[in-house]
């Protein structure tokens, strides 16, 4: 329990590593949802009935879709089916087989002539995502919604999709500030509905986002809706950074542990401290050395588990790169109490990597180490001073990439259902984006 002696109060890391694992903040999030969204007359029943279902530490896919061509939002509709198994509801049918089951429903639609008020669609949305399908599989809903007011009165009667997507043909602008003409033309249909996408933007949510046709569009929409946000608990985040020699691991772990403040925790380091320091551990790893053996697993991860269990790693979060090289130390992490919460894996061929690696130079004043492929802006008594590492010789180079790659294969099989991958031969910038969104955000909900 928490020391009240000592202020500020702090939870103590076995608890926090437990709620972290468990997710359960995420749990009591969605128990919120579900209460405040059904708001129903026996809270407490509502939630035994959430806690008995199935995927209730998952998040469903809840997806509306909006086009100007309802058939490519259909056909976008069904290539989510595939992905995620979600029932995928048009709006036609929708307002149709609700009406047709509920006499009150179809009442309402007769008495207003057959116009689906924003009102009377949103009520009617609402009673199909809440059965039982719906809520087990998630749902993916065409052709909603068409204005603000429809998307304002879904999210009154508790309809909250976690994606929103629109597919424009016109560019989704805010108007000039002059006097209002409807759009003419050829395209004034696809410009009109343009117009309503801007006017319902700031009532979807973060996410939510304008899709434009074109070469892509598919591969674009499925990795959005992969996407979930901010993550919102209070997470300490433990970063695993994988890839062979030369795929950039050092670099994006330290734009990582100077953005978030984080360890910085490089296995190669960890042993050199403890040969340096003569500890028990480093003169094992000694005699193995001096011997021509490859320390044991257990004895490198003897090392990482007591630099991960310090003080700073637990209440700042660290990134580890270096080790698992192999599905032996994978395993052997995956079952130690230091485990990552997130897995990011800098993929890059071999012929790249070997490029990357014969093209790097160290200065031996400073240690500084540089690729000569970069635009480097250095003095020119350094340039003079820059050494190829013998470890960087093209002959040997070569050899290890590949066999490491074949290594590292193993312990991402192992890792596989938390594994980010990253692709590697973007520029440090792209590659640092993509690394800072993976970070930040909620782990994808569905397998790419």
Not at 50 to 78: C, G, H, K, T, W
Not at 186 to 214: H, N, S
Not at 279 to 306: C, H, K, W, Y
Not at 346 to 373: C, D, H
Request: proline share 6%; with cysteine; net charge neutral.
């Amino acid at each position: 329990m928490t020391d009240h002696t000592q202020r500020p109060l702090k939870i103590p890391q076995k608890y926090v590593d437990y709620l972290d694992r468990h997710h359960v903040h995420h749990l009591i999030e969605r128990m919120y949802e579900e209460v405040l969204t059904a708001m129903p007359s026996d809270p407490l029943a509502c939630l035994v009935d959430f806690l008995r279902r199935e995927n209730r530490n998952s998040e469903v896919p809840r997806i509306l879709i909006n086009s100007y061509d309802q058939d490519e939002a259909m056909n976008l509709a069904m290539d989510l089916n595939i992905q995620t198994d979600a029932m995928v509801l048009s709006r036609h049918e929708t307002v149709y087989g609700v009406t047709e089951s509920h006499a009150d429903l179809k009442e309402r639609l007769q008495d207003s002539g057959g116009n689906v008020t924003p009102k009377l669609l949103a009520e009617i949305v609402a009673r199909r995502v809440k059965q039982d399908d719906c809520l087990r599989d998630g749902w993916i809903l065409t052709g909603v919604p068409q204005c603000r007011d429809e998307m304002l009165q879904l999210q009154m009667a508790g309809v909250l999709p976690s994606h929103v997507v629109f597919i424009s043909e016109a560019a989704v602008k805010r108007p000039e500030p002059a006097r209002f003409q409807l759009p003419r033309g050829a395209d004034a249909e696809a410009k009109q509905f343009a117009r309503r996408v801007r006017g319902m933007l700031a009532d979807c949510g973060p996410l939510a986002r304008v899709f434009y046709r074109g070469e892509g569009l598919r591969n674009q929409v499925l990795q959005f809706v992969h996407s979930r946000g901010r993550e919102n608990a209070p997470l300490v985040l433990r970063v695993l950074l994988l890839g062979v020699p030369g795929s950039g691991r050092r670099t994006q772990a330290a734009r990582i542990a100077a953005k978030h403040s984080l360890i910085n925790v490089r296995c190669g380091d960890l042993v050199r401290a403890a040969i340096r320091a003569g500890t028990a551990e480093g003169l094992a790893i000694t005699d193995f050395l001096a011997s021509n053996m490859t320390p044991p697993e257990e004895l490198i991860l003897s090392l990482v588990r007591q630099r991960l269990s310090e003080d700073d790693c637990r209440s700042q979060g660290w990134v580890l790169h270096g080790f698992p090289r192999d599905s032996a130390q994978a395993e052997h992490l995956s079952e130690s109490d230091v485990f990552p919460n997130r897995v990011i894996y800098l993929n890059v061929p071999e012929k790249v990597a070997v490029a990357r690696l014969t093209s790097r130079r160290y200065e031996p004043a400073s240690g500084l180490v540089v690729t000569l492929t970069e635009d480097l802006h250095l003095p020119v008594e350094v340039r003079h001073r820059l050494r190829r590492h013998p470890d960087d010789d093209p002959r040997r180079v070569g050899v290890t990439v590949a066999r490491r790659q074949a290594e590292l294969q193993g312990a991402l099989a192992l890792l596989e259902q938390d594994v980010q991958e990253v692709d590697g031969t973007m520029t440090q910038l792209e590659i640092a984006e993509v690394v800072e969104k993976i970070t930040v955000d909620k782990l994808p909900k569905f397998p790419e």
